[in-house]
């Protein structure tokens, strides 16, 4: 055992595995890992009590947790978690992009979630501390990155529901990933879903919260069976108001050239505040394209795609980038966006946002954080 870096006064553990795999067989692995199926040789995890605050933060053998059966999370789904990517620079180097935008973010979910702030100086030691010692998991080849997942759990043992918990688990594991829907930038069809909402005011939409998820499997089975690949969520209220795509924010582009414009809808408290989405605001008004945060109706995105006003439709997230939308199908019909190939707009941005992102375009706003080794 030998000891790592030192933040908020903790220092991590070092426990290495006894179990790495050979460089041989990473080699392997990295061939085709496709997205969220293998996971590297190590995680980190730090444990909270009231009492202590944050302790016995360590580097360990990735690996099963051991809970009891009545803990916590598994009955009151106290869990929040995060995404983020390690990518590899030209000359060797890792970098994540806005990391600190995800450690505001965890902290903003933790809050809703009445679970426990993690120092910002925490929530990046984990990851160079991580990286430090599986960072030739990063993989090489274009589009494929290392997919970081930070996640805290309540671990209070005990069926009582008046609380929350007073003692938490904060854990970072890594996951090196392919293009994550397969076959690069594949536009995909949308499934307008009535039926089901994703969140309404003052519940937990804006929050990364497993949740959130569980309860939209059922809704995008439903877009599947209706032969589409991804469900687009509308507001609670009127079911008229579109608010997201999935795990992934949504922007429309207006008129093409000189004259492109593009929409996002406004952030309500219902929508997920994607870190893309927020780079993408500042990013297209400096390539010439105007940038609005609005509203936009299912009739109006139908209407606006007949009359070819509407000439590109795409989502953006950590995870797939941007993601041109093809086709939208409800219960009304289905109608095509442009001529349902990816746009120019589409393209240039997300040419933009990778360049960035893996280190071959200057960064002037200081998004880019190396984790040197
Ligand atoms: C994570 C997530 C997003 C995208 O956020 P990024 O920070 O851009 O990755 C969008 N919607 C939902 C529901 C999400 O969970």
Not at 21 to 32: G, K, S, V, Y
Not at 188 to 216: I, M, Q
Not at 247 to 253: A, D, H, I, R, Y
Request: aromatic residues 10%; glycine residues 10%.
């Amino acid at each position: 055992m030998s000891n790592g870096t030192t933040t908020s006064g903790l220092t991590f553990d070092i426990r290495l595995s006894p179990r790495r795999r050979t460089p041989q067989e990473r080699e392997a692995i990295l061939e085709n890992p496709g997205f969220g199926r293998v996971f590297t040789d190590h995680m980190v995890t730090i444990r909270y009590s009231t009492e202590k605050g944050w302790y016995d933060a360590r580097l360990e053998p990735y690996g099963p947790l051991s809970l009891d059966p009545a803990t916590s999370v598994l009955h009151y789904a106290q869990e929040i978690f995060e995404g983020l990517k390690a990518y590899r620079h030209p000359d060797g180097t890792l970098a994540c992009f806005r990391p600190e935008a995800n450690a505001a973010r965890f902290n903003r979910s933790a809050a809703r979630m009445a679970m426990p702030d993690l120092p910002e100086d925490l929530f990046l030691g984990a990851i160079e501390t991580l990286l430090a010692h599986d960072g030739d998991w990063v993989p090489t080849r274009a589009d494929t990155s290392l997919y970081l997942r930070p996640f805290m759990i309540s671990t209070d043992v005990g069926l009582g529901v008046n609380n929350p918990s007073g003692t938490y688990l904060f854990v970072l594991i890594a996951s090196p990933s392919g293009a994550y829907f397969s076959g690069g930038v594949k536009p995909v069809t949308v499934w307008l879903c009535e039926d089901y909402t994703r969140a309404a005011r003052g519940g937990t939409g804006a929050a990364k919260f497993g949740g959130n998820y569980a309860a939209s499997f059922l809704a995008q089975s439903q877009a599947v069976e209706q032969g589409c690949d991804q469900v687009v969520w509308l507001d609670a209220v009127e079911h008229r108001w579109v608010e997201e795509m999935g795990g992934m924010n949504l922007f429309f582009v207006f008129g093409s050239g000189e004259n492109a414009r593009l929409l996002t809808p406004e952030l309500t408290g219902t929508l997920l505040p994607g870190i893309t989405r927020d780079s993408l605001l500042k990013l297209a008004p400096e390539l010439g394209l105007p940038v609005e945060e609005g509203r936009i109706s299912t009739d109006q995105w139908r209407e606006a795609a007949t009359s070819g006003e509407l000439t590109e439709v795409f989502a953006c997230g950590t995870a797939a980038v941007i993601t041109p939308v093809s086709h939208v199908k409800s219960g009304e019909g289905q109608f095509r966006i442009g001529d349902g190939t990816p746009g120019p707009i589409t393209m240039r941005l997300r040419e933009e946002l990778v360049g960035l992102q893996y280190g071959t375009r200057p960064d002037n706003h200081g998004w880019v954080r190396r984790f040197d080794r």
